[in-house]
């Protein structure tokens, strides 16, 4: 509870820059309840004055005009108490997603890799949607209801204490009727959920393989699998949908022996005209209309109660990933100025998870423009060492130190900048090719993206494009072929002219002719530059300076291609295998 | 639409019995209000304290029945709607499993999942409210409205204003934030969309220092999208205030007209209560009846999406095709002639003629387009033919029942995926009754039997979707070993082997030559020429036409193609820029 309430402070300190729009929505709430609570009376008091043949017209018109005037105001409150709290509610949100962004471009790369992609963008996507239907909209309607509700007792007694005693206890039973149904209900629709969920993803994986169900007749088997799986959702569907069902009739039901009690117990105390307490029929007809609008926030509140708890729940998740701690600031480090494209790797040590060891020990020198090939079978650890080059990981002993600084101790911006890199899964966002290849270098000219596009032998198909420069890429850039993206990647580095180089060669499919492209463009970037490539192809290999041969995470070979050879390790096992005829 | 109603058709009862309960419930409200302007007129002004108490009495039976027709329809809108969509989803998921390459290519498997997961679902909550609500709202205006008619038709004229003032109001906001909202489920989804960019790019983002950009970006797309709900957001508030005012003038109206009626004595107190309760009874029903048009418009648009999927026919048939002969020693896989075009584009494959003997391993070699792949999917007949003849034993594959003709080919795609089950129910999906022998001999050949032995349970390891427990080179060597159980004739690897080691690599190309049967016809796709050196035959594609077909040896000397492909997996850029001036200078 506690906690739940903390939260709730969280979430509403965000609301703090809208505070005018948070105090209009609560006046219009409160106007809006008032008016709503006085049109039935003012109603009521107009009805009394109509006796049969002898209506008092003046004091009707009174009351009319009054009412007019009520139910313009009431009017007006509405809107503006409905269009504030969407534009606090839209405003605020937008704030949270845009900081929760922000935080997660600060998070170490450790926590990213670690979480499921899909769970941090429900958190960007769903979560806050859900916080803003729950919590802020729901925060207004529930504030709106429990005024109703009270206001609506309040007249009640004022009218007449025995009506509003009746109403009094006729409450719970509203009341644990909703709450009854809801419980029921609740349970059944997160089985209907789980068994939805359970259906799309056997589909998913069905019609993602549909070549292979019919390649192996597989169709009749697993049409009675899903059949089978179905008949399960039949089940539970159809409890969740009728209990679900249930609500409304029962709470009318409930409404309904409310508005008859009011009626017949107010017929009878109207009955006994000399009380004191007595009710004349306009009264009676107040309590009615209120009789009847008083269990409507009944069923708006129980609705919304169950919104704001799951709201709460997509909040916390929310402000948990606000909570992971960010990389460590760096602003009062140097910044790597001239960087002369050495680099030593000294006694480095790495892990991932603390008792589980991946690299140790390992040595290396670099000197200016060397190339140094990383090879060795996948899952071997070669985007280990790109992680650690890139301090997107922070080596566990030892140090890395580029221009003879360690580069802990220069800011992260300067270290990557003197790194080009390109990988193998080529990274590519929405917008003109263009826009891509300027990524590193936003205020560059087309001349000098032409430039770098022809040096990364990417003109020539940009060129064929009938918007050229300014075609537009889709999402991930796949109106493209993985070998024409690796090439868009390899321009943006030509345009930065970084001092090192990380490459990434592809193992997937590139046809013949762009991987040729490809090579000739790495060949090209690699000029004069220190370059750590991983590499696949015998012809980069033999390529390079030192060849650091890995598996499971080590180092176990470094040399040239000879000496590699020669010594007839591992790595002479791999060429063999790759290389020469099986 | 008709395939559609076919369906509903066996609920014919709970679609007349639903609605006529649901109307039952409604009739009952609608008594309500005359009831009780009986007590206040008659119980009341005469002081008939038994009158009362016996109205009373009425109201709480009218609403015990009530709620009895009420639960009756909603159990049956349940069990009918339910039922619906389930029959639905069956017809459906079979439909599609039938269906060919061909149309599956052409809605494409993401909108078919759509189709099938929210729109189904859709729909079937459009049938329940079609039995809820679609009938009661309607009735509940007109009747409330016909009632007070009844009750003093001089007053009538007050309710037909209110009520179509009321549907106006509704119609035009609705009808001028409903296309925004579309607009702005799209706004949001750029947003994800946006996200999802920035999370598989983080590295790349980082290495060039573009956090600050990705933020403008994505402050870009939130502003646009708050911008543009709040201001749909000030239209879409106008609709309860607006509903209200005009029902709350109407009841004014009914109080001064209504006050000089009393007065005249053509009225009474009870009468104008009751006509009050119409008249919210009216506003109430006409707000649920626009959120049900919205609804049903919907469900509408997602009814069209299915049926038009449920229309759409298999090209492929194998209708009336009993099995058949192969005749005696004839090629195994023979192409006459065969060109092929996927619907919309040029052709794949032109002109295409090779004979593939039993026992052989034949290679195809070629560039991304070449149509490596797509002379693979005619083999197991995913794709007819454009053009000439695809033979297999000597028959045109048309001939065959598709389950014969399928079930010689061991298929290994491209993309390896594994299905949800254990090991053992993904080996077993060639040969049911395989036993665990045949099973442990394909996952040997496969390279498999290692790692599956290391695994826990063994071959009863559970499989999760997609076999997403299993690494990549994992799941390329159980999908080889799957396709290889029950020795089929015909073994096909769509370039298969890209996840794994080159120790791997090796092994499992010399045990597919000497541990399969020995009249097992292997064919190969790959992009490295050295994986296939040794086939008996390769067949080197260009842009859809063939290139060449010969062995390693044969082919780097008379094929240019071939051999540049192979100069460019063995030399460096250098040798091969050298090499093409010499051989520009000699041309």
């Known amino acids: ?582 | 639409m008709s395939n559609l109603y076919k369906y509903l058709k066996k609920y014919k009862k709970h679609l007349i019995l639903g609605p006529i309960f649901k109307l039952l419930e409604a009739i009952f409200e609608l008594i309500v209000p005359i009831v009780m302007a009986k007590i206040i007129d008659v119980g009341i002004a005469n002081e008939d304290i038994n009158y009362i108490l016996k109205m009373g009495g009425v109201l709480v039976l009218l609403s015990v029945v009530g709620l009895g027709a009420a639960l009756f329809c909603q159990y049956v809108a349940s069990r009918c709607s339910q039922g619906f969509g389930t029959e639905l989803r069956n017809v459906l998921f079979h439909h599609i499993n039938s269906l060919s390459m061909s149309e599956i290519d052409k809605f494409g498997t993401s909108s078919m999942i759509t189709r099938f997961n929210s729109d189904i679902n859709q729909v079937q909550l459009g049938v329940a409210m079609l039995i809820r609500l679609a009938i009661r709202a309607p009735f509940l205006v007109i009747g409330a409205t016909v009632s007070a008619i009844i009750l003093k038709p001089s007053m009538c004229w007050i309710f037909l204003i209110t009520a179509p003032l009321v549907a106006l109001v509704l119609y035009l906001i609705m009808s001028k934030t409903m296309p925004v909202y579309t607009k702005n489920q799209r706004k949001l989804d750029k947003i994800t969309a946006i996200a999802r960019e920035d999370l598989n790019g983080v590295r790349v983002v980082r290495a060039f220092t573009e956090q600050e950009r990705e933020q403008n970006r994505f402050e870009q797309a939130t502003d646009d999208h708050a911008k543009s709900v709040i201001a749909i957001g000030r239209i879409s508030a106008l609709l309860n205030p607006l509903t209200f005012l005009i029902i709350d003038l109407a009841i004014v109206a009914l109080l001064y007209f209504g006050a000089h009626k009393i007065n005249t004595g053509l009225l009474t107190q009870g009468e104008l209560i009751a006509f009050i309760n119409y008249m919210t009874q009216i506003s109430l029903a006409l707000v649920v009846l626009a959120n049900v048009m919205v609804l049903l418009s919907k469900s509408y648009a997602s009814a069209k999406r299915v049926s038009g999927l449920l229309a759409t026919q298999s090209s492929i048939s194998d209708e009336g095709n009993a099995d058949v002969q192969e005749v005696e020693n004839s090629p195994a896989i023979s192409f006459k002639n065969v060109s092929f075009g996927y619907s919309g584009g040029g052709m794949a494959i032109k002109d295409l003629n090779v004979d593939i003997y039993k026992g052989e391993t034949v290679g195809i070699i070629g560039g991304t387009g070449s149509g490596k792949s797509t002379i693979i999917n005619l083999i197991p007949r995913f794709y007819d033919v454009s053009q000439g003849e695809l033979l297999i034993d000597g028959v045109n594959i048309k001939e065959y029942p598709l389950k014969q003709l399928r079930s010689k080919i061991g298929l290994v795609p491209q993309q390896s995926m594994l299905f949800r089950g254990t090991i053992k129910s993904n080996m077993l999906w060639r040969k049911e009754d395989a036993s665990d022998e045949e099973i442990y001999r394909a996952l040997k050949i496969a390279q498999a039997y290692d790692f599956v032995m290391q695994k826990k349970d063994k071959i009863d390891e559970p499989v999760q979707q997609k076999g997403k427990n299993f690494s990549g080179g994992q799941r390329q060597r159980l999908s080889i070993a799957r396709a290889l159980v029950g020795d089929p004739q015909i073994v096909i690897l769509d370039d298969s082997m890209s996840a794994l080691d080159f120790a791997t690599d090796l092994a499992l190309r010399k045990a597919l030559n000497s541990d399969l049967p020995k009249d097992t016809t292997k064919i190969i796709i790959s992009q490295r020429a050295t994986s296939l050196k040794n086939a008996d035959k390769i067949i080197v594609l260009d842009k859809g036409e063939v290139a060449g077909i010969g062995k390693h040896d044969e082919l780097l000397q008379t094929c240019e193609v071939y051999k540049e492909i192979y100069d460019s997996q063995q030399k460096t850029p250098q040798e091969n820029a050298s090499e093409k001036e010499v051989n520009n200078e000699e041309k």
Request: aromatic share 10%.
């Open chain 1, 1 to 582: 509870m506690k906690k739940n309430r903390s939260t709730l402070f969280r979430l509403v300190s965000y609301t703090k820059p809208y505070a005018p729009l948070l105090i209009i929505s609560l006046i219009s709430a409160m106007v809006s309840v008032a008016v709503s609570i006085l049109v039935p009376l003012m109603t009521g008091h107009a009805i009394n004055y109509m006796l049969e043949g002898n209506v008092d017209f003046k004091k009707v018109f009174e009351y009319i005009y009054i009412l007019i005037a009520m139910i313009v105001v009431g009017s007006i409150s509405q809107w503006t108490l409905t269009a504030s709290t969407n534009s606090l509610t839209f405003k605020t949100v937008r704030n949270i997603r845009n900081q929760l962004f922000e935080h997660i471009n600060k998070l170490p790369l450790k926590f990213i890799d670690n979480q499921q992609q899909g769970d941090i963008i429900a958190r960007i996507s769903s979560d806050i949607d859900q916080v803003s239907e729950g919590l802020l909209q729901g925060f207004t309607q529930l504030f709106s209801g429990v005024m109703t509700i009270i206001a609506t007792i309040a007249m009640l007694f004022y009218i007449n204490w025995i009506v509003a005693l009746v109403v009094l206890l006729l409450t719970p039973l509203s009341l644990f009727v909703a709450s009854f149904i809801t419980k029921r209900s609740h349970s059944t629709f997160a089985e209907q959920a789980s068994q939805r969920g359970e259906i799309s993803g056997y589909v998913e994986e069905i019609f993602t393989g549909h070549n292979l169900i019919q390649a192996f007749c597989r169709e009749e088997n697993c049409a009675e699998d899903f059949a089978q799986m179905n008949d399960e959702l039949y089940k539970c569907g159809f409890k969740s949908q009728f209990y679900g069902a249930l609500i409304n009739p029962c709470t009318r039901f409930v409404n309904n022996l409310v508005y008859a009690s009011v009626g017949v117990i107010g017929a009878l105390i109207s009955l006994w005209a000399n009380s004191p307490k007595s009710l004349d029929v306009g009264n009676l007809s107040t309590c009615l209309m209120y009789a009847n609008q008083y269990t409507k926030p009944f069923n708006e509140i129980t609705g919304v109660i169950t919104e704001i708890q799951s709201a709460v729940a997509a909040s916390r998740r929310i402000f948990a990933l606000l909570d992971e701690k960010q990389e460590e600031s760096d602003e009062d480090s140097d910044t790597l100025k001239e960087c002369d494209g050495t680099l030593d790797l000294d006694k480095v040590g790495f892990r991932y998870v603390a008792d589980r060891p991946l690299i140790e020990n390992l040595n290396l020198n670099v000197k200016k423009g060397q190339k140094i090939a990383i090879v060795g079978p996948t899952g071997c650890g070669k985007t280990t060492l790109i992680n650690l080059l890139m301090r997107f990981y922070d080596v566990t002993d030892g140090s890395i130190s580029v221009s003879g600084k360690d580069v802990r101790s220069v800011t992260r911006a300067s270290l990557r900048d003197s790194f080009g890199m390109v990988l193998q899964e080529s990274w590519l966002f929405e917008g003109t090719i263009r826009d891509n290849i300027a990524y590193g270098k936003a205020d560059a000219s087309l001349e000098e993206i032409i430039e770098a596009a022809k040096l990364a032998n990417a003109h020539d198909f940009i060129d064929k494009f009938p918007d050229k420069y300014d075609t537009m890429l889709t999402e991930n850039g796949d109106n493209l072929s993985q070998g024409q993206k690796q090439l868009l990647c390899i321009a943006r580095i030509m345009l930065t002219h970084p001092p090192m180089l990380i490459l990434d060669e592809a193992t997937s499919s590139i046809d013949t002719r762009t991987e040729m492209k490809i090579q000739q463009a790495f060949y090209t970037i690699m000029q004069g530059r220190t370059s750590f490539v991983v590499a696949h192809r015998l012809s980069t290999i033999r390529e390079c300076d030192v060849i650091l041969v890995m598996k499971d995470g080590n180092i176990i070979e470094q040399g040239n291609h000879e000496q590699l050879l020669a010594s007839r390790g591992f790595y002479y096992q791999l060429y063999n295998s790759q290389f020469q005829n099986s």
